[in-house]
């Protein structure tokens, strides 16, 4: 149980487009998901925070128009990356919150590995 | 969230347990133990998380020591899918929104 999606996998785009990635709670449902960036040999990034129904709350430093965040259902948040450019290569990682036995345990997704050409 | 300080790295031969030290002294009392692992261009994988009891699940054990300043995850058969970096974070476990914040984790290589 607890298994998390990302579509896609990786993804390769020229400078200036948008890109958008999904994210899947497959056999729970997840009131909050998160969103985080990991560069080369760096640890993981909270870039926002996605509660179902409501807008995101970004960190500090996270452009929230660039990085677009959709949580229109308990199963599903989505991350836009609008108008994207090499330095916004990265590995994007969801996570969602489960709330079994009444403790929050973050179950991560496989990532998504964008290069922005 | 209190912080938490793990070696960088540490070896361990195959078949052997591995036992993967944290502290974190300045932990409070509503504050969990959770322990996640990331194996190279994945996602972090939970493994497991404890309050003040030692816990035990299929793929680790947990101890947390008394005063709960520190604890130590042990893969008790460890194989070389288990080389990864282990993170060990603290975090209040009692509602919703809390933030998982990684450090940098121990870089655990099991060795043939």
């Known amino acids: 149980g607890a298994v998390v999606s990302q579509h896609p996998s990786r993804v390769i785009c020229k400078s200036g487009t948008s890109v958008k990635i999904e994210c899947r709670s497959l056999d729970f449902q997840a009131t909050t998901m998160f969103w985080y960036r990991q560069f080369p040999k760096k640890s993981l990034m909270l870039m926002a925070t996605?509660?179902?129904?409501?807008?995101?709350?970004?960190e500090q430093g996270v452009e929230k128009d660039k990085f677009l965040i959709n949580h229109a259902s308990l199963t599903l948040s989505t991350l836009t990356v609008t108008s994207a450019h090499p330095e916004d290569s990265s590995f994007y990682i969801c996570s969602a919150e489960s709330q079994r036995g009444g403790i929050d345990t973050q179950y991560f997704g496989p990532g998504t590995r964008l290069t922005v050409l | 969230d209190a912080k938490t300080t793990q070696p960088p790295s540490m070896d361990c031969a195959e078949g052997r347990a591995a036992n993967l030290p944290c502290n974190h002294s300045?932990?409070?009392?509503?504050?969990?133990v959770y322990w996640y692992r990331q194996i190279h261009s994945q996602g972090p994988q939970y493994i497991i998380h404890g309050l003040k009891n030692n816990e035990t699940n299929e793929m680790a054990s947990l101890i947390i020591t008394e005063d709960r300043k520190s604890s130590t995850l042990i893969l008790p058969h460890a194989t070389l899918r288990d080389t990864a970096v282990y993170y060990c974070?603290?975090?209040?476990?009692?509602?919703?929104?809390?933030?998982?914040?990684f450090g940098k984790g121990t870089l655990l290589t099991v060795n043939p």
């Open positions: 974070i603290v975090m209040g476990g009692g509602g919703s929104n809390y933030k998982l914040t």
């Open positions: 300045t932990i409070s009392g509503n504050e969990y």
């Open positions: 996605s509660n179902e129904g409501s807008k995101a709350t970004y």
